[in-house]
């Protein structure tokens, strides 16, 4: 999906980078703990995540994250949304549970991460 | 070769991640792949977090030479009681606060070790705690 197409499927709002709405996005990962994302996500992701600090954004700019969809309608404070208009990370926020959010992208054709590790071969996609 | 020191204070969340992000720069410039340059970059923000998070303060060293990438934490207490049980998924003393900010899944160890290609710990009480993780150039 481009992440136009998932801010249209999660009726979310863009809080940053609408430059790169055109972005491809191969897989999700939810969590509201960063070492869970550092464990499962692989290239092309996008984060669901109610955690707003900004270890997030810090957090996407180490997996190189495409987007980060805030959900249960919270919205990170300005300063943090500034630093991810800067690193050009879009973000959004959904008035939506996690659940609903990761159900409706799913349907939507998106996937999670394999609940393996990488292999090497596959880490370096 | 490229050698840098990072000094890492305890408790310092506000400038969590910088050491990891120079890190991953530094890299890049020297045109490490994709795939190492991420599992270097993941390994160091667990690193660097663990300092921030649960020990005294203390340092990480980057060395890079033609075959290896090599990270190298070293901090001056409290120590791990368990070293075992502490890479153990899962397994985590954070505390609320942390847990708040999105730490304490207990992953950071295992993590560490399963991006790098070969992984040591010593840990001391009262001494602290010293990590090498090193990465293969390809
Ligand atoms: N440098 C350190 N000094 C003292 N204790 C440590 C240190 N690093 C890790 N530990 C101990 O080992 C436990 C497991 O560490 P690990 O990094 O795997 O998980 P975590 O830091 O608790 O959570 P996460 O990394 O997933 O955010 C910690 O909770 C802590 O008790
Ligand atoms: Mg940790």
């Not at chain 1, 863009?14 to 969590?31: I, K, P, W």
């Not at chain 1, 900004?54 to 957090?59: C, D, I, Y």
């Not at chain 1, 050009?88 to 609903?100: D, E, P, R, S």
């Not at chain 1, 159900?103 to 292999?119: T, V």
Request: charged fraction near 20%; charge should be negative.
């Amino acid at each position: 999906m481009t992440i136009a197409e998932i801010v249209k499927c999660l009726d979310a709002r863009v809080l940053c980078g609408e430059e790169n709405l055109g972005q491809r996005v191969t897989s999700a990962c939810c969590s509201d703990l960063m070492s869970d994302a550092l464990a499962f996500i692989h290239e092309n992701a996008m984060l669901l995540t109610g955690i707003t600090n900004a270890h997030v954004v810090r957090t996407a700019g180490i997996l190189d994250l495409k987007c980060v969809a805030f959900v249960r309608g919270k919205v990170p404070p300005p300063d943090v949304i500034g630093m991810a208009r800067e690193a050009g990370l879009v973000t959004m926020t959904v008035n939506k549970t996690m659940f609903t959010c990761a159900g409706l992208l799913y349907e939507g054709g998106l996937r999670g991460a394999p609940m393996c590790w990488p292999s090497r071969d596959e880490a370096a996609g | 070769m490229v050698r840098a020191e990072y000094e890492i204070a305890s408790g310092a969340y506000d400038c969590a991640g910088e050491v990891s992000s120079d890190i991953k720069r530094q890299l890049k410039q020297l045109g490490i792949d994709a795939g190492t340059l991420r599992r270097v970059a993941v390994s160091s923000y667990e690193m660097e977090m663990n300092i921030i998070i649960h020990s005294l303060g203390g340092v990480i060293n980057l060395t890079v030479d033609n075959e290896w990438i090599t990270l190298f934490s070293k901090d001056r207490g409290p120590g791990i009681p368990d070293v075992e049980l502490a890479m153990r998924e899962g397994f985590s003393t954070a505390g609320e606060d942390a847990r708040n900010m999105g730490f304490g899944a207990g992953m950071g160890l295992p993590n560490m070790k399963r991006n790098a290609d070969t992984f040591n710990i010593f840990s001391q009480m009262e001494e602290g705690t010293r990590i090498t993780i090193t990465f293969r150039v390809i």
